[in-house]
């Protein structure tokens, strides 16, 4: 399929949930993009995908009773959330441990439950792995805004969020209330994985999360430019995975995924300072000059 009949497709009132399916995957994506910088940076990967299967009981829940599936889904999130941060304050038991306790039993107390409702075996299928279809025009507003909210709490807490991820005992000599902080990125990660599930899927959503930002850190040093990247690439990702999901009939999850994939390991080979390529190119050009090589180094210094 040609980009000028994805784009007629996107026009074509029969296909109105095809729009509607751009608009919040590329929302999502960049309202994760945000968010998963400071999990990266805070190397806290095992909290994006705790947070993921956590919501699962929310939603679960409002399935069953007809509600709201991302109002259910974060409270769900954002109840694990805290008892991770509570139980965390105990150093006895480290916190990645915390989180896959919570983990693995949020995740089968949404499979009990949604196994109570009639016909559960489709819709769970659609939770794991995301859908373009039946979604409703509230679900727009309802994700705008709450990617609003996530970025306006982005942008009032950014220092301390860089703080607290950069060194944690040195947040505490400051003055920060670190575990508030804490509990203030959980939220918002829990928010960012609710609003990303019906494009992408709970099981997938953590690439969402993750890989736009891993991607951004491989290609720049400085943290706003890698703010700006990600939610770029991820907004980029989910564009080009819905035309390709669009145009081969492939699942619309696992195409954002693959794409975004594909460009992390794209930066990966050949990112500008930090690429395996540019880095084989540079020792290779040490070792052709070792001369002129220190003298580079030394005039930088």
Excluded at 111 to 125: K, M, T, W
């Amino acid at each position: 399929m040609s980009i000028t009949d994805f784009l007629t497709d996107l026009l074509n009132p029969d296909l109105a949930f095809l729009p509607k399916a751009l608009a919040i995957a590329v929302m999502s994506s960049i309202v994760c993009g945000v968010v998963g910088c400071y999990v990266v940076l805070r190397g806290m990967a095992f909290i994006g995908d705790a947070v993921a299967h956590a919501v699962f009981p929310g939603i679960a829940v409002a399935f069953v009773l007809q509600g709201s599936l991302v109002l259910g889904g974060a409270v769900a999130g954002v109840a694990t959330a805290l008892l991770i941060a509570i139980f965390s304050q105990n150093r006895r038991v480290k916190e990645d441990s915390l989180i896959g306790v919570f983990l693995v039993a949020a995740f089968a107390l949404g499979i009990v439950i949604i196994s109570r409702a009639p016909g559960y075996a489709g819709s769970l299928q659609q939770f794991l792995f995301g859908s373009i279809t039946g979604i409703p025009d509230r679900d727009l507003y309802v994700v705008g805004g709450t990617g609003l909210v996530i970025l306006g709490l982005v942008l009032a807490l950014h220092k301390e969020f860089v703080a607290v991820c950069l060194d944690r005992e040195m947040s505490r000599s400051m003055g920060l209330p670190v575990f508030w902080l804490d509990i203030a990125l959980y939220v918002l990660v829990t928010l960012a994985v609710v609003i990303s599930l019906q494009t992408i899927g709970n099981i997938l959503v953590l690439a969402l999360l993750i890989t736009p930002a891993a991607a951004a850190r491989l290609l720049t040093d400085r943290l706003a430019v890698m703010m700006l990247l990600a939610p770029l690439i991820g907004g980029a990702s989910a564009l080009v995975g819905l035309y390709l999901s669009w145009s081969y009939d492939t699942p619309v999850g696992g195409t954002i995924v693959l794409v975004a994939t594909a460009v992390f390991l794209t930066a990966w080979l050949f990112a500008p300072r930090h690429g395996l390529v540019t880095r084989g190119r540079r020792s290779v050009g040490r070792d052709a000059f070792p001369h002129q090589s220190k003298t580079t180094i030394i005039s930088n210094n």
